[in-house]
């Protein structure tokens, strides 16, 4: 279904992490979860920093919302990760998350899935430590901005991360091609970018509260990411199972993820 655009001034004053977290992310009932994107992402992202051997010093986390299972494979493959978000709501939950705080979303069977997909014999508790010594800060980001961090200059980096941002974010394909560019600046060339996105989406449920979302396509992201100066390391896309009161809350019908390495500056 079709909604009005909303701005990261809405996002800012009532999106509610443990909401959403709800919503998408319970262990039972999660949208995420029951559509299979969790356990594919969690996959993907084993094999980009792992077989594929993506590493380096510093990673960015953009628009990491009140999630941290992106993170838990790149802390074993970068020295240091910054987080980075819109919302004063999403960064503070963040940091509760990695610092493991009563009353925050408990991870503890997806950091068990990573570590047994590692196979190092890596413990919850070891992995919980690795991950909040590795998440230095997190900062500020506007991603429609041409420096997304502004008013800090980073120098640039070796990976950008953003897990189902990017939609949210742009109102139109236009913006989303200008975002990426955006987002590219942060980092080296030869460096990477980790991209998932849901797709043929136009809105989504959370905390009661309905958000846009920008509707893509798998040949759109294709072009727009090589048109911005990146060949395409590893493209998947799942599909999704009709389930009429799952799409009313989120109607994406696949979702995608991406590994590209920057070649150029466009």
């Not at 299979?36 to 986390?61: M, P, Q, W, Y």
């Not at 069977?109 to 070891?126: A, L, Y």
């Amino acid at each position: 279904m079709e909604t009005a655009f909303t701005d990261k001034d809405t996002y800012q004053d009532i999106f509610d992490p443990e909401g959403y977290l709800n919503t998408y992310y319970n262990p039972i009932k999660g949208i995420l979860v029951l559509d299979g994107f969790l356990d594919f992402a969690l996959r993907k992202l084993h094999e980009a920093f792992s077989t594929r051997g993506v590493k380096g010093k510093t990673l960015i986390d953009i628009g990491h919302g009140p999630t941290i299972y992106q993170d838990l494979s790149a802390c074993e493959s970068f020295d240091e990760i910054i987080g980075a978000d819109y919302t004063d709501r999403n960064r503070e939950y963040y940091e509760r998350s990695l610092r493991n705080e009563p009353g925050t979303f408990d991870w503890t069977n997806v950091i068990q899935k990573v570590c047994d997909m590692e196979k190092k014999g890596t413990s919850v508790e070891e992995k919980k430590k690795k991950l909040r010594n590795t998440v230095t800060k997190t900062l500020k980001c506007d991603v429609l901005k041409s420096n997304p961090l502004d008013p800090l200059v980073l120098p640039q980096v070796d990976c950008v991360m953003t897990l189902g941002c990017l939609e949210c974010a742009c109102s139109d394909l236009d913006t989303y091609r200008n975002v990426l560019k955006n987002v590219s600046s942060l980092l080296k060339v030869g460096g990477h970018l980790i991209i998932t996105e849901v797709l043929n989406c136009t809105s989504y449920l959370s905390g009661g509260k309905r958000f846009s979302c920008l509707k893509l396509t798998e040949e759109f992201m294709r072009s727009a990411i090589v048109e911005t100066g990146f060949e395409i390391v590893d493209l998947e896309v799942i599909y999704r199972k009709y389930d009429k009161d799952q799409f009313e809350l989120c109607n994406h019908d696949s979702s995608l993820f991406v590994l590209a390495r920057k070649v150029k500056v466009v």
